[in-house]
């Protein structure tokens, strides 16, 4: 009886940490942050991730800002985000508009150790755009590693 008490007092303070196990918000690799991202007609920008090793997958490119977030916008804003390594380098995985106040699914991709992409203003000759942001935690560009709930 007593050892039951104290396996259900175990699983209790298990449980938490097994959900934040199976899923991990991975950040860009940066030697800083917060990471400045400014993307425009003459100049693409590039994000990457180091995923920890034997990750389980799937890993989920999303970018979330919080309401209000600071997004400086010009012009035709979408941009194409294109695969840099892996499988399909070169590949369009997505197209999206950096949003205050939204997350974004981009893609789902099979985990690798590291996952780079381009990013790239999708219409370039429409006239002068930019898209300038700066990522810290909580707001930008994330690999959900594993079962996240956006
Ligand atoms: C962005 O993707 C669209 C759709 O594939 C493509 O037509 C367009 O040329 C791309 N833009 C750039 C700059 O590659």
Redesign the pocket.
């Known amino acids: 009886m007593q050892f039951a008490t104290a396996a259900a007092t175990l699983l209790a303070l298990a449980a938490p940490s097994l959900v934040s196990a199976a899923c991990l918000e991975q950040p860009p690799s940066a030697l800083g942050f917060p990471i400045n991202y400014d993307i425009t007609s003459s100049r693409?920008d590039a994000v990457s991730f180091q995923i920890p090793p034997n990750s389980v997958g799937p890993c989920q490119l999303v970018a979330k800002f919080p309401a209000g977030y600071p997004i400086v916008s010009t012009g035709d804003d979408?941009v194409?985000v294109?695969a840099l390594d892996g499988p399909a380098p070169g590949a369009?995985v997505g197209?999206l508009r950096f949003r205050a106040g939204t997350t974004t699914v981009i893609n789902s991709f099979a985990c690798r150790d590291v996952m780079a992409y381009e990013l790239?203003?999708?219409?370039?000759t429409e006239g002068w755009s930019e898209v300038k942001f700066s990522e810290i935690q909580g707001a930008g560009l994330f690999m959900e590693v594993g079962d996240c709930s956006i």
């Open positions: 693409s979408l194409n294109t369009l197209a790239a203003i999708a219409n370039p």
